[in-house]
């Protein structure tokens, strides 16, 4: 693509207000030249490291699911020793979640921006755009079109390969990803070593979510004061969030970290005084928590509100999940899709999880004996901290939550009503993923 | 507290581990097993007068998968 530098470098004005990371307003995908002309020319600081002082400035944190500082993994990175290698992860695996492949979509020259200042700040001469193989020909097609636009353009420094992960809910997870890049399958690896240590052909290998890749760089752009305009002083700067709503819809919505949830879900947590058509809300996706409506109504789309409540923003998903399906039911078709997932590779997670589904999908059912719930509560303590990824814990807040939150509708199920009309299954799960349908209701 | 922080702890490699139970029957005194024949352990810090016969459990494992570690 033939690029004119002038245009290429001329200074942009910051934007202000939100969206910052995705085009406003309904459109195309920004190419290479809409991309330059939003935000101008990569802004190289020519300098190993220099960047991890804005971004600890800024007071970045990773929106994969961990929320971890983005300058103490470069510096960690940077600090191991050897030539590093940079991964921008973009293998979003929680079904419910698809905010980062919009954000691939629609502005990919952001987000390999960020990879490319990311490369440079830990000096890596290598880096790989990780993705999954189930968007379709035209998503990698257009990830494939990007790289070799900002390569002719000369716009990268360090080469980057498209690598596609499997359709499996695991293979983000990064020591899964380290393993398949390295020649093995796609499955989770005991640590240490971390991959920080020890990643990609053994390299320390920094990982980082494309959303935090596209937030790196307007911050190397428009500086740590303008980030931190929006969001809370603990946690600055703004999200993707996908966001199911109780009608059915789902919208990619940015906001400011520390918004409220009840703004975020609209109607769904009903207006002053009256009750939405939300009975409760799942927060962070199949990892993450189910917390009441009345609860959910009270917190903000921050992890110090939402970690109070036993939740926590994870992988940026909300669902509102409305009255009329029943909350027992949607938790035991997702954890049969957990077990199904399990790499199967540690003892408590294959023997435990796939009993807990079956127990869930009897609580769903018809006149549970107590006893089913008393063995998911035992077998839960017995998966949880005893696996090598966080599949067990991650699974497990999700149905512990869920005894929580349906405890009255467990109630109405032992004594053989079920509140639901709704047949239909609300929470979404990959096509072809072999999941037992319960259609008691 | 001094022994604590200085103590070294047991772990098992989950993905290694497939169940033969030696562990338990090496180190009875912080190994059980669970109902599918893995090992839960006792988290704290090995106490010195059990430090031989841990180490014997971790030499005992057929798969290798126990490990004595200085505390991280």
Not at chain 1, 15 to 20: E, K, Y
Request: glycine share 12%.
């Amino acid at each position: 693509m033939p690029l004119r530098r002038g245009e290429a470098t001329a200074s942009r004005s910051r934007p202000d207000g939100l969206p910052r990371l995705l085009p406003a307003g309904p459109g195309e995908p920004d190419g290479l030249r809409e991309h330059l002309a939003r935000h101008g020319f990569i802004p190289y600081r020519n300098a190993p490291l220099q960047l991890a002082g804005d971004l600890q400035a800024a007071g970045l944190t990773g929106r994969g699911g961990a929320a971890f500082p983005v300058y103490r993994k470069l510096e960690a990175v940077a600090g191991a020793g050897g030539r590093a290698f940079v991964v921008a992860n973009g293998a979003e695996s929680e079904p419910a979640a698809s905010k980062d492949a919009s954000l691939l979509w629609l502005a990919p020259h952001l987000v390999l921006d960020g990879l490319q200042l990311a490369a440079e700040a830990v000096g890596a001469q290598e880096a790989c755009l990780y993705v999954h193989n189930t968007r379709g020909e035209q998503f990698t097609a257009a990830l494939r079109r990007a790289l070799s636009d900002r390569w002719s353009a000369r716009i990268d420094r360090v080469p980057v390969q498209l690598a596609e992960a499997p359709a499996r809910f695991l293979a983000g997870q990064e020591t899964a990803m380290v393993n398949l890049l390295n020649g093995g399958l796609a499955l989770p690896t005991f640590t240490p070593p971390r991959v920080f240590e020890r990643g990609v052909n053994g390299a320390p290998t920094l990982v980082q979510n494309v959303e935090t890749l596209a937030h790196i760089a307007l911050i190397a752009r428009y500086g740590a004061g303008w980030f931190r305009q929006v969001g809370t002083h603990a946690e600055p700067g703004s999200m993707l969030s996908t966001i199911h709503h109780a009608d059915g819809t789902v919208r990619i919505v940015e906001a400011a970290i520390g918004t409220p949830l009840r703004s975020l879900l609209g109607a769904d947590l009903g207006t002053d005084g009256t009750d939405g058509p939300a009975q409760a809300v799942l927060a962070g996706g199949y990892h993450g928590t189910w917390l009441a409506a009345s609860r959910a109504a009270g917190l903000t789309l921050d992890n110090a509100a939402l970690t109070r409540a036993g939740a926590s923003i994870g992988a940026g998903v909300l669902v509102a999940l409305p009255a009329s399906h029943c909350g027992l039911a949607e938790t035991a078709r997702v954890a049969r899709y957990l077990a199904l997932e399990s790499a199967g590779q540690c003892g408590p997670c294959l023997n435990g999880l796939p009993r807990i589904a079956d127990g869930l999908a009897t609580l769903a059912g018809p006149r549970p004996s107590p006893q089913v719930r008393a063995n998911i509560e035992r077998w839960a303590g017995l998966v949880t901290g005893r696996g090598a990824c966080s599949h067990p814990d991650g699974s497990m807040r999700f149905v512990r939550s869920a005894l929580d939150v349906f405890a009255a509708e467990l109630r109405q199920h032992e004594r053989g009503v079920c509140s639901a009309s709704a047949r239909r299954p609300f929470l979404p799960l990959p096509a072809g993923a072999a999941v037992s349908e319960e259609d008691w209701s | 507290m001094e022994k604590q922080l200085t103590g070294k702890q047991l772990r098992v490699n989950p993905i290694e581990c497939s169940g033969h139970g030696a562990c338990a029957e090496l180190l009875p005194e912080m190994i059980s097993l669970d109902e599918w024949g893995y090992p839960l352990i006792d988290p704290r810090p090995v106490p010195p007068a059990l430090e031989r016969q841990a180490r014997r459990a971790v030499s005992g494992c057929p798969v290798l998968a126990l490990q004595l570690n200085r505390r991280r």
